[in-house]
């Protein structure tokens, strides 16, 4: 698995600056060569970044409205993103 920076998008190489546990997640604290940090959050169902790619999208997949990142719920139609 590789591992990008979420804000310039450079491959990240070499083990965590840190681990612990977080509620049902393993996370992991990476540097990036441009010496911005990022959370690698690893859980049974789910993988994310904090901060999140700049690139992701939070579409929803009910009715394809374009939602904020940080939203949990559809601004239109109220599905769980």
Same mark, same amino acid.
């Given at each position: 698995?590789?591992?990008? +920076?979420? %804000?310039?998008?450079?491959? #990240?190489?070499?083990?965590? =600056? !840190? =681990?612990?546990?977080?509620?049902? $997640? !393993? #996370?992991? !604290?990476?540097?990036? @060569?441009?010496?911005?940090?990022?959370?690698? $959050?690893?859980?049974?169902?789910?993988?994310?970044?904090?901060?999140?790619?700049? #690139?992701?999208?939070?579409? +929803?997949?009910?009715?394809?409205?374009?939602?904020?990142? @940080?939203?949990? $719920? +559809? %601004?239109?139609?109220?599905? %769980?993103?």
């Amino acid at each position: 698995m590789s591992i990008s +920076c979420p %804000k310039c998008g450079l491959e #990240v190489f070499g083990p965590p =600056e !840190r =681990e612990w546990r977080f509620q049902q $997640y !393993r #996370v992991s !604290r990476f540097r990036c @060569e441009h010496g911005d940090k990022f959370n690698l $959050y690893s859980g049974a169902s789910k993988t994310f970044t904090i901060p999140r790619s700049m #690139v992701e999208k939070n579409e +929803c997949k009910s009715c394809a409205t374009h939602n904020p990142l @940080e939203a949990i $719920y +559809c %601004k239109n139609c109220g599905t %769980k993103l």
